[in-house]
């Protein structure tokens, strides 16, 4: 300090309020329910095509490499002076790092609440797929009418439910939501393992296959189409900063991912073996269109109710997490030089009845973007989970990487590379040949 500075300078320090914290345990809800979106529906799918012990193995790697890039992230982030993702990218990429991560965001977050809402609307609402009639709860609980559309429907769930959870500027403040989202997420399970364990008691189920079953219809290359639904359903590396920066110690991200994934882990696999027991080789890519057969009792039909609903409101309370990292990707992409998000209400605003209007008209617009979701979507979000944080580590731009950790980063590239291009081309064959499971 100069001598000039220190005639000026206060005796005493300004005193400062402390900063206040997120808990570990709202982070562990709000990580939670960002990872259980939509994947979980077609996790059982993937025990149909790959068995039991391969889907368990693969899931607990994929937890397990998801565990490693996080912690990658958060060690460049506190390394360098960025407080985003897309931050670190530019730290080790320049200007191209941070265009691609923000593209892949905006193309994985917008993706998935489109579809969270056309799932919501299939629930609720109903659809009618190549003229056949799905009706929703409320259209069987009350009969047909405007008020129970699917574009009414939508509308008052946009704007009495999800508008009022994305005007939050904090993420912290999401985390009794994302509490009963979890929560909402155990009920799913939990009943279907109810409903399987009664089905397998009664001798309605059939055993699961413990490994995969190659025949004319299923190839060696099928196999590889299961790796990025997995990976999807463990994709919530665009949350580790807004959640991660209330936190007061990086450990305590890590250690709240860490749960996060155990937790998640345990779900998915649960959901899948029940799931896969209770409807057999007759699973669907979306198990809800399972539960929307036909019960033989009031009971059945009343669980199969609440399995659907519990789960649509799941995906609405999922929905404002992940509106808030697309919220602020699209800000930084359009207004990098711009105060903070949370700072401009006016900004803040417009960006988030834009976002909210855009994914509306698509999920009315737009009957099926599985495609959509399954080709683009699922490519983004390897590169999110794996492909970006490994470049980070191998880049070493603050020279701290190991060894372990180039060993690793280069492994999981090869792996997403070569698993995705394998997946993606035979999705591409089977759709052009007509094969499809």
């Known amino acids: ?194 409903l399987a364990i009664l089905a397998l008691l009664e001798g309605k189920t059939k055993s699961p296959r413990l490994l995969p079953q190659l025949d004319n219809t299923t190839s060696f290359f099928d196999l590889f189409t299961a790796v990025p639904v997995i990976v999807t359903a463990f994709t919530f590396h665009f949350n580790v900063h807004p959640i991660g920066f209330e936190m007061g110690k990086p450990s305590d991200m890590i250690l709240a991912v860490r749960i996060s994934l155990v937790l998640c882990a345990a779900i998915y696999f649960t959901i899948g073996v029940f799931g896969y027991l209770l409807f057999g080789d007759s699973i669907m890519p979306d198990i809800l269109v399972n539960f929307d057969q036909n019960s033989g009792s009031s009971v059945g039909s009343l669980l199969n109710d609440i399995v659907r609903l519990s789960y649509a409101f799941h995906l609405m309370l999922v929905f404002p997490l992940l509106n808030f990292s697309l919220r602020s990707n699209i800000d930084e992409f359009l207004f990098p030089n711009k105060t903070l998000l949370a700072k401009d209400n006016t900004r803040f605003l417009s960006l988030t009845l834009i976002l909210l209007a855009f994914s509306y008209l698509a999920a009315i617009a737009i009957p099926n973007i599985w495609y959509f979701f399954q080709f683009v979507g699922s490519t983004s979000a390897v590169c999110l989970a794996f492909i970006f944080p490994s470049a980070i580590a191998l880049r070493d731009a603050f020279g701290i990487s190991t060894a372990r950790d180039r060993i690793l980063a280069a492994v999981m590239i090869i792996l997403a590379v070569v698993t995705s291009t394998i997946a993606i081309s035979t999705n591409i064959y089977s759709f052009f040949t007509g094969n499809e499971s």
């Open 1 to 194: 300090m100069s001598p000039a500075a220190g005639i000026n300078a206060p005796l005493l320090p300004e005193s400062k309020p402390p900063a206040k914290h997120a808990s570990v345990s709202g982070a562990v809800f709000n990580v939670a329910t960002s990872i259980i979106g939509a994947g979980i529906m077609s996790i059982p799918a993937t025990l149909k095509v790959l068995g039991v012990v391969p889907a368990f193995l693969l899931i607990v790697v994929i937890a397990w490499l998801a565990d490693i890039s996080v912690e990658f992230l958060m060690r460049y982030t506190h390394a360098g002076d960025s407080k985003t993702y897309a931050g670190v990218m530019r730290e080790s990429f320049g200007r191209v790092g941070s265009v691609l991560v923000q593209i892949c965001v905006m193309i994985t977050n917008l993706g998935c609440l489109i579809i969270y809402l056309i799932i919501i609307g299939d629930v609720l609402s109903g659809n009618q797929p190549e003229g056949a009639v799905h009706l929703g709860v409320l259209q069987q609980w009350f009969g047909i009418h405007w008020w129970n559309s699917r574009a009414f429907t939508l509308l008052f769930t946009l704007v009495f439910i999800l508008l009022p959870l994305v005007l939050f500027k904090r993420v912290e403040s999401l985390r009794y939501s994302s509490a009963i989202s979890v929560f909402l997420a155990v009920v799913f399970v939990a009943i279907s393992s109810v």
